[in-house]
């Protein structure tokens, strides 16, 4: 591996690459990747013979990457206990990965489990083959004004227009309602879409939607809006179901889509979710206290309309959130178990799920978003006036979006549901929202240092490579530190973007680590065990199956000290 890492960097150019440069390197990347896989058939064997996990085992990687997340300093100054996470090597990192993809409810917000049909013995225990799908794009400077043009094309003649309070009196929804208008299309507006949206606000969007019995919709706004549509849309179109047929398992029944929609024009006015581009729909369970969401390609928009003109009315941490979901999407996508060591390999084609791990297509769009967001996003975050930078990143949030939809993502998404389900009364600046919030955006970036700290044993290579990217000059770095040099690079920049300092500084406290992990799944692989102690507190282990027999435990009270008010500070 080092060999090949190092022919990989003594081919770098310091000057960006352009998209078809980026295209053939991707080709080359993914020939290299191939020759990798000799040691994950071993893990597959092994995997194959143990039936699949019923939910996502992370309590592994969130005990040990909570205590990571905030590491001080420049690379190398992590903590005994932070180094330490590093030591599992390849084979571990590789194994949670894979768990990851073969979960049935891998990531809420991101989940693309198309299909909850059974899936059969195949003869290859690995797969062999990946596809692409997008929703339909358009791009432009104004190109706001067609969508009249579209429903009168559609034929469409009531149509639902969704946002929420804070859009309405805003330039984007006018001009939407002006070209509506305009083409005389008859339309009835709902503007109560919650930010960061609830089973209970789904479901009163989704009353209004099959009182109105209309025969398309639009949605204008971010990812919550777009969200809260699709679901309308589903259920409108499926009166007589229950909300939770469609919920994801094991919270809801999973159910396959298999009634047709209405036509869906998504119109974003944030650069960060991707969510014109994916089939799925997300919100808090609050009976649970947690996230999880609807997925099928069925609920794709049938056209993403993306006007960078929307994004210019953008607040500065409304901006810089979404740009950390289109940093995460674009990492987490390109460091993804390679789709040739996914397991098992399906008996028929349509029991691929979406996530399949990177891929020489999905490589391509992800690594030209994150070239994109390490060019524009300071720009976009710290002058708002800057057009180009603002832009570019809104096309770099659809890009990200076609790479993640198709490869995945992995434990950044994975561990950000506790930390925004379970807020208590942390109101993000710039969010005008009656409730305590933390965005999507930053409870996905407050963890990735400690991540790719992590997953860096996987593919070092990329890790560097990503590292470049961002600004940091690996000419002499070392493979063993690429973890730790993408680590400080990411601290750096989102020191740079004033990202909060920690999870304290969003309101969570020590005793709060237990349930953060519990959290990140609505129920845990392993249940945990409290043991008493003669001095101290009582510790909470998790017990967490790895391959080969080994078994690891954590213990919680450990790493109570190296999680808060450390931070990004370098």
């Not at 690379?75 to 571990?92: F, I, N, T, W």
């Not at 909850?116 to 929703?135: G, I, K, N, W």
Request: include cysteine; aromatic fraction near 8%; hydrophobic fraction near 40%.
């Amino acid at each position: 591996m080092d060999q090949v890492a190092k022919g990989r960097r003594s081919k770098r150019s310091s000057s960006p690459l352009s998209l078809q440069q980026t295209l053939s390197r991707g080709g080359r990347i993914q020939q290299e990747r191939s020759t990798k896989t000799g040691k994950g058939e071993s893990l597959a064997n092994h995997e194959q013979s143990r039936p699949p996990p019923r939910s996502l085992p992370c309590m592994l990687c969130t005990a040990e990457l909570l205590p990571l997340a905030f590491p001080a300093g420049p690379a190398g100054a992590l903590p005994p206990q932070a180094a330490a996470a590093m030591a599992g090597g390849r084979e571990r990192v590789a194994h949670l990965l894979r768990q990851l993809q073969r979960a049935a409810c891998q990531c809420p917000a991101h989940s693309h489990t198309y299909s909850q049909a059974p899936e059969h013995a195949a003869l290859r225990r690995t797969d062999y083959a990946f596809e692409m799908a997008v929703s339909n794009i358009r791009y432009g400077e104004g190109v706001t004004k067609e969508v009249g043009m579209d429903l009168q094309n559609l034929d469409a003649r009531k149509v639902c227009v969704m946002t929420d309070k804070n859009l309405c009196q805003l330039p984007p929804v006018k001009a939407v309602l002006n070209s509506l208008t305009k083409n005389r299309i008859t339309f009835q507006m709902y503007d109560d879409v919650r930010v960061e949206p609830t089973d209970q606000s789904f479901m009163d969007a989704i009353t209004f939607a099959k009182k109105g019995e209309f025969d398309a919709y639009v949605a204008v706004g971010g990812g919550s809006v777009i969200d809260t549509c699709k679901a309308a849309n589903l259920y409108a179109s499926s009166p007589e179901s229950d909300f939770l047929d469609y919920v994801n398992a094991p919270i809801g029944k999973g159910k396959s889509v298999t009634v047709p929609l209405k036509p869906f024009i998504a119109v974003p006015t944030t650069a960060g979710t991707g969510s014109e581009t994916t089939g799925i729909a997300i919100f808090d369970y609050k009976e649970l206290k947690v996230k999880t969401g609807i997925a099928s390609r069925a609920i794709k928009p049938t056209l993403g309309m993306i006007d960078p003109l929307h994004t210019l009315h953008m607040p500065e941490r409304v901006v810089a959130n979404g740009g950390f979901d289109v940093l995460c999407h674009a990492l987490e996508a390109y460091t993804a178990l390679p789709y040739k060591m996914r397991s098992p390999c399906p008996s028929n084609p349509i029991n691929r799920p979406a996530y399949q791990g990177s891929n020489p297509i999905s490589d391509v769009w992800a690594v030209h978003a994150l070239r994109i967001v390490a060019k524009y996003l300071k720009r976009a975050v710290r002058m708002p006036d800057d057009h180009e930078a603002r832009a570019n990143m809104h096309l770099a949030s659809a890009f990200a979006g076609i790479g993640f939809g198709n490869a995945g993502v992995h434990l950044c998404h994975g561990m950000s549901y506790p930390i925004s389900g379970l807020v208590k009364s942390y109101k993000a600046k710039d969010y005008n929202v009656d409730h305590p919030l933390v965005p999507h955006g930053l409870s996905v970036v407050l963890t990735s240092p400690a991540v790719f700290t992590f997953t860096a044993e996987m593919c070092p290579e990329r890790h560097l490579e990503a590292a470049e990217i961002l600004g940091a000059d690996i000419r002499t770095a070392k493979i063993k530190d690429a973890g730790l040099i993408l680590a400080d690079t990411l601290r750096k920049f989102l020191f740079y973007l004033n990202v909060d300092d920690g999870l304290a500084a969003i309101g969570y406290s020590k005793a709060d680590i237990p349930a953060l992990v519990k959290g990140t799944l609505p129920q845990t692989w392993s249940k945990p065990i409290q043991i008493m102690k003669e001095h101290g507190p009582p510790m909470l282990v998790f017990y967490y199956p790895l391959p080969k027999g080994q078994v690891i435990h954590v213990q919680f009270n450990t790493v109570l000290g190296l999680v808060f008010g450390q931070g990004f500070c370098v």
